[in-house]
């Protein structure tokens, strides 16, 4: 576990980087241990899909993220919410939706404030919440899975941005996220569902497409520090 951890992190961090062999000798000389420990480590990597298994060169990082597996994981994504809109309709109670209000509320706030940390933490709150207010266990499980599968694709040489930081790339992006969400509360409030699909798909596509463009401003940069 010790072994997996620091990997890991040295993984996210790109002190490891892409497509960069992960030799089980060498490891086992610098972690003072034998190849077992290092060989399990690097499954355990595998399954959160920071390494693969490449012909002939054995476990690497796996490589840069791709802008074609990004729009997968939004069309993924939003394909499943809109599965869930008349659930939530049916089962989001008054004190959740209180709750999402006053995430909205902290959002703005924190973006007056410059406050990124809190900005993410309470939008992170809001999806939560609309997420598992749909009351399905294996929708919210596969959204869950989603979300989770941020941190294993959107570090590698896109200065360890998150996947939720290019949907909400440039701070209009970040004000106008923060609308679309008071439009989806909104509707919720009232309980009226052709208003909340709207929102809902107005969002949705909105964040794929900042997403898209977030992600080619990123390489764009990235490829500007290389060459120079």
Known sequence: ESIYEQLRQAILSGAIGPNERLVETTYAEIFHVSRTPIREAIRMLEQDELVIYEPRKGAVVRPQLSEREME????????LQMLTV????????????TQMNESNS???????????????????????????????????????????????????????????????YGE???????????AIAAALEVRDLEQFKSA??????????????????????TSHAAIS
């Open 72 to 79: 997968e994981v939004y069309t993924i994504r939003a394909a």
């Open 86 to 97: 008349e659930e939530v309709i049916q089962n989001i109670t008054e004190t959740e939706i």
């Open 106 to 168: 902290t959002c703005l706030k924190a973006l007056e404030s410059d406050d990124s940390d809190a900005f993410f933490y309470h939008l992170d709150m809001f999806n939560d919440i609309l997420i598992r207010s749909s009351r399905m266990p294996l929708v919210i499980k596969l959204l869950n899975q989603i979300e989770q599968y941020n941190p294993s694709t959107a570090f590698l040489n896109l200065g360890h941005t998150h996947l939720r930081e290019f949907a909400t």
């Open 172 to 182: 209009s992006r970040r004000y106008e996220a923060v609308k679309e969400h008071m």
């Open 200 to 221: 809902m798909l107005i969002h949705l596509t909105n964040v794929k497409e900042a997403a898209l463009r977030g992600y080619r401003e990123r390489q764009k940069l």
